[in-house]
């Protein structure tokens, strides 16, 4: 979910027409689907998709796939449990 709310902060800063989030969380989608997020982080991340201009997809994809980018994103999500860290990835 963290990752998901900090994706969403990126693009309310980004003039981007259209972004698809890939994501391996289901447990994630499914807090986010719900007709009435129980979570504050599920509401902050609704509250910032609805606010943005960006036409916004997010996607299942399954965890450890070859798809550009998990792995790197699965490397990262392992660090941040460790502390906070700062990185830049080009797409």
Wanted: charge should be negative; glycine fraction near 4%.
């Amino acid at each position: 979910m963290v990752t998901l709310r900090e994706a969403m902060r990126w693009l309310s800063q980004e003039s981007l027409a259209k972004c698809t989030i890939h994501t391996d969380s289901q447990s994630s989608l499914k807090a986010l689907a719900a007709l009435q997020p129980n979570s504050t982080i599920s509401r902050e991340i609704l509250n910032i998709w609805s606010s943005l201009k960006t036409e916004v997809v997010i996607s299942w994809i399954e965890g450890h796939s070859v798809v550009l980018g998990n792995e790197v994103a699965d490397q990262l999500a392992r660090q941040d449990t460790h502390g906070s860290i700062s990185t830049s990835i080009s797409i």
